[in-house]
């Protein structure tokens, strides 16, 4: 089992454009969350997908959406790339059955021009 | 709404000397505590969490609730145990929404 895996590991944008990061969450797990980290700052929860719906968000605003497929994998998208967008954002994924560990990925780094 | 306070950035500890990273919470519910770990170049992984009460690596956190704290402790540092340690909490047993403090780095120093 490879675990977490997220692609692209890095990628770098220009200020307006749209990007789409990718997650395949561990094997046996239904649900994936999703978070972006600041430089010096911990993760800050950007949304939980289960089912193929969004089941939490936190404070982002709506430039951020995702996707879940049937296999449990899961889309970030962020529209109108903004500077501040500029972070290493990570995947998790558990099994919602309850009281299970959060597995994340190595991170797909962002970088916004 | 919840919040973790980490509130040192860095710490360095000599090796074999005892090390603890403070970690205070506010959530005005009961909340699930977690130590994440994330040594250099790898993925940020569960250290542990204050439900299975296990020590880890020779790691132990007590959940204080009066004190709203979580602190971990380890008697002898060891100079694997060098990394980025996070705090966080979970305010919904088997609901991984984990709100993260901002993160303390150990430095051991030989």
């Known amino acids: 089992d490879a675990g977490v895996t997220q692609s692209p590991t890095h990628l770098i944008k220009t200020r307006g454009q749209q990007v789409t990061l990718r997650c395949s969450p561990k094997?046996?797990?239904?649900?994936v969350s999703w978070y972006q980290q600041a430089l010096g700052q911990g993760p800050q929860f950007i949304f939980q997908?289960?089912?193929?719906?969004?089941?939490q968000r936190g404070n982002f605003p709506d430039r951020f959406s995702g996707h879940q497929f049937p296999n449990y994998s899961s889309e970030l998208n962020v529209n109108a790339l903004l500077l501040g967008d500029s972070a290493l954002y990570l995947c998790?994924?558990?099994?919602?059955?309850?009281?299970?560990?959060?597995?994340f990925g190595q991170g797909t780094r962002l970088t916004v021009v | 709404a919840q919040r973790v306070t980490q509130p040192e950035k860095l710490l360095s500890v000599f090796k074999g000397a005892p090390v603890e990273l403070k970690c205070n919470y506010s959530y005005s519910g009961s909340p699930e505590l977690f130590w994440y770990v994330q040594y250099s170049r790898q993925r940020l992984q569960l250290l542990l969490r204050h439900i299975s009460r296990e020590s880890i690596k020779g790691f132990t956190a007590d959940l204080n609730k009066g004190e709203t704290s979580f602190h971990l402790k380890k008697p002898f540092a060891q100079e694997e145990d060098s990394a980025m340690y996070y705090c966080?909490?979970?305010?919904?047993?088997?609901?991984?929404?984990?709100?993260f403090g901002t993160g303390t780095r150990l430095t051991i120093i030989p």
């Open positions: 094997s046996g797990h239904d649900t």
């Open positions: 998790a994924s558990s099994w919602t059955g309850g009281g299970t560990e959060a597995f």
């Open positions: 997908y289960y089912e193929e719906e969004e089941r």
């Open positions: 966080a909490l979970s305010t919904n047993f088997g609901n991984e929404k984990l709100t």
